[in-house]
Protein backbone atom coordinates (compact mmCIF):
# COMPACT_ATOMS: atom_id res chain seq x y z
CA UNK A 1 0.00 0.00 0.00
CA UNK A 2 1.78 2.75 -1.33
CA UNK A 3 1.76 5.64 1.83
CA UNK A 4 2.61 9.43 1.34
CA UNK A 5 3.57 11.68 4.82
CA UNK A 6 4.26 14.84 5.35
CA UNK A 7 6.10 17.05 7.74
CA UNK A 8 6.92 20.45 8.12
CA UNK A 9 4.41 22.37 9.03
CA UNK A 10 3.84 24.92 11.95
CA UNK A 11 3.52 28.65 12.57
CA UNK A 12 5.23 31.34 11.57
CA UNK A 13 4.65 35.64 11.23
CA UNK A 14 3.41 36.93 8.13
CA UNK A 15 6.16 37.28 5.60
CA UNK A 16 8.14 34.61 6.85
CA UNK A 17 8.81 31.20 5.48
CA UNK A 18 7.75 26.98 5.53
CA UNK A 19 8.87 24.06 4.17
CA UNK A 20 6.60 21.22 3.54
CA UNK A 21 8.26 18.05 2.54
CA UNK A 22 6.82 14.38 1.33
CA UNK A 23 7.68 11.62 1.42
CA UNK A 24 6.31 8.53 -0.61
CA UNK A 25 7.00 4.82 -1.08
CA UNK A 26 5.60 3.97 -5.00
CA UNK A 27 7.45 1.45 -6.47
CA UNK A 28 9.45 3.42 -8.56
CA UNK A 29 8.88 1.94 -11.94
CA UNK A 30 5.10 3.66 -11.83
CA UNK A 31 5.96 6.55 -10.12
CA UNK A 32 2.71 9.08 -10.08
CA UNK A 33 3.08 12.56 -10.47
CA UNK A 34 2.69 14.57 -7.47
CA UNK A 35 0.96 17.67 -5.78
CA UNK A 36 -0.20 19.65 -2.80
CA UNK A 37 -3.56 21.09 -2.10
CA UNK A 38 -4.56 22.85 0.94
CA UNK A 39 -7.94 22.99 2.84
CA UNK A 40 -9.17 25.82 5.40
CA UNK A 41 -12.87 24.81 6.98
CA UNK A 42 -15.77 25.28 5.34
CA UNK A 43 -13.67 25.20 1.80
CA UNK A 44 -13.37 22.67 -0.59
CA UNK A 45 -9.33 21.48 -1.27
CA UNK A 46 -7.51 23.72 -3.14
CA UNK A 47 -4.94 22.53 -5.89
CA UNK A 48 -1.81 24.65 -4.79
CA UNK A 49 1.12 22.86 -6.94
CA UNK A 50 1.66 20.45 -8.73
CA UNK A 51 4.87 18.36 -10.38
CA UNK A 52 5.53 16.37 -13.54
CA UNK A 53 7.70 13.25 -13.20
CA UNK A 54 10.03 14.27 -16.69
CA UNK A 55 11.35 16.76 -17.05
CA UNK A 56 10.20 18.09 -13.39
CA UNK A 57 8.20 20.95 -14.90
CA UNK A 58 5.88 22.95 -11.90
CA UNK A 59 2.69 24.42 -12.18
CA UNK A 60 1.71 26.50 -9.61
CA UNK A 61 -2.26 28.40 -8.40
CA UNK A 62 -2.31 31.59 -8.55
CA UNK A 63 -2.77 32.50 -5.19
CA UNK A 64 0.79 30.68 -4.63
CA UNK A 65 2.73 31.73 -7.64
CA UNK A 66 6.02 33.77 -7.60
CA UNK A 67 5.73 32.68 -3.83
CA UNK A 68 5.76 29.03 -3.56
CA UNK A 69 8.27 26.61 -5.25
CA UNK A 70 7.32 22.62 -5.64
CA UNK A 71 10.32 20.33 -6.23
CA UNK A 72 11.48 16.96 -6.21
CA UNK A 73 13.99 14.40 -4.94
CA UNK A 74 13.91 11.32 -7.37
CA UNK A 75 16.43 9.38 -5.55
CA UNK A 76 14.68 9.64 -1.90
CA UNK A 77 11.01 9.47 -3.52
CA UNK A 78 10.51 13.31 -1.67
CA UNK A 79 8.50 15.99 -2.88
CA UNK A 80 8.83 19.56 -0.80
CA UNK A 81 6.75 22.64 -0.88
CA UNK A 82 8.83 26.07 -0.41
CA UNK A 83 6.59 28.53 0.84
CA UNK A 84 7.99 32.02 1.39
CA UNK A 85 6.20 35.66 1.70
CA UNK A 86 3.91 34.02 3.81
CA UNK A 87 0.38 35.47 4.12
CA UNK A 88 -2.44 34.82 7.01
CA UNK A 89 -4.90 33.24 4.07
CA UNK A 90 -2.21 30.86 3.57
CA UNK A 91 -3.34 29.60 7.19
CA UNK A 92 -4.47 25.77 5.95
CA UNK A 93 -4.40 21.93 6.68
CA UNK A 94 -1.75 21.44 3.43
CA UNK A 95 -2.09 17.47 1.87
CA UNK A 96 -0.01 15.95 -0.45
CA UNK A 97 -0.94 13.67 -2.80
CA UNK A 98 -0.48 11.52 -5.61
CA UNK A 99 -1.77 10.63 -9.28
CA UNK A 100 -1.67 9.02 -12.88
CA UNK A 101 -3.35 12.02 -14.21
CA UNK A 102 -1.02 15.11 -14.42
CA UNK A 103 -0.72 18.68 -13.42
CA UNK A 104 -3.45 20.53 -14.90
CA UNK A 105 -2.12 24.23 -16.53
CA UNK A 106 -3.72 26.31 -12.98
CA UNK A 107 -1.70 24.41 -10.79
CA UNK A 108 -4.09 21.40 -9.45
CA UNK A 109 -2.79 18.06 -9.61
CA UNK A 110 -5.94 16.04 -11.59
CA UNK A 111 -7.87 12.87 -9.95
CA UNK A 112 -5.34 12.02 -7.03
CA UNK A 113 -5.38 8.02 -6.01
CA UNK A 114 -3.35 8.84 -2.60
CA UNK A 115 -3.41 11.23 -0.20
CA UNK A 116 -1.23 12.23 3.09
CA UNK A 117 -2.90 12.75 6.43
CA UNK A 118 -2.04 16.26 6.12
CA UNK A 119 -0.10 19.12 8.50
CA UNK A 120 -1.34 22.02 9.91
CA UNK A 121 0.07 25.48 8.30
CA UNK A 122 -0.92 28.83 10.20
CA UNK A 123 0.61 31.94 9.54
CA UNK A 124 -0.40 35.19 11.97
CA UNK A 125 -0.60 38.64 11.13
Known amino acids: QAQLVESGGGSVQAGGSLRLSCESS????????MGWFRQTSGTEREGVAC????????YYADSVRGRFTISQDDARGTVYLNMNALKPEDTAIYYC??????????????????WGQGTQVTISS
Open 97 to 114: AAGYSGCSYDGPLLSPDY
Open 26 to 33: FNRNRRPV
Open 51 to 58: ISIYPGRA
